[in-house]
């Protein structure tokens, strides 16, 4: 399969500046492999900086079980890329998994350091939590963050979420926005 067919498979969702691409199987089996093999085949540069924190090895083993079942395709993670001519991977943005009995589904982030502070995980956020609440059974997004990770609270707020209280883990606070809170 050429380049183009290949990436014109892969679900994509476009936003100003980023080109979010959905974690498969095989995009992760890449990513594992090394660098190179990922820039093949997202046809996008990939930093020597990658992966982004919070996007090791164990988060990889994870949303390779997790992507098991073909329709957890987007349920994962979304590879971020800059939509110019030079593309280029900036980080991570996806869901810990499907929506729950409640439709509640839990959002996550990871920017690499050199390209923080510019609005990427703002813009990702917003189009992801767009896409969670395209399907029905979707109700509520929630995230969970560290009190002192200030630049995580500023996306979460600056998308509408609201802070809820205590997170599941000691010293985690959960953040939501809920469906019928949407502007």
Request: include cysteine; charged fraction near 20%; hydrophobic fraction near 40%.
């Amino acid at each position: 399969m050429d380049k183009q067919a290949q990436r014109s498979s892969l679900r994509l969702i476009q936003s100003r500046r980023l080109n979010l691409i959905a974690a498969t199987t095989e995009l992760i089996k890449k990513d594992i492999q090394g660098r190179g093999f990922l820039s093949g085949a997202l046809d996008v540069s990939v930093p020597e900086c990658w992966p982004p924190d919070l996007y090791g090895p164990r988060a990889m083993q994870f949303s390779l079980a997790q992507l098991d079942e073909p329709s957890e395709q987007g349920w994962s993670f979304w590879y971020l890329a800059t939509a110019d001519e030079s593309s280029e991977l900036v980080g991570i943005c996806g869901f810990k998994g499907r929506p729950d009995g409640a439709g509640s589904v839990e959002i996550g982030y990871s920017i690499l350091d050199r390209f923080q502070r510019r609005g990427y995980a703002t813009e990702a956020v917003q189009r992801l939590v767009g896409w969670a609440f395209s399907h029905h059974n979707v109700n509520e997004v929630c995230a969970e963050t560290l009190p002192h990770l200030s630049q995580s609270i500023r996306v979460l707020e600056k998308n509408g979420f609201q802070r809820a209280g205590a997170g599941s883990e000691a010293g985690v606070i959960r953040y939501i926005i809920a469906r019928n809170n949407l502007n």
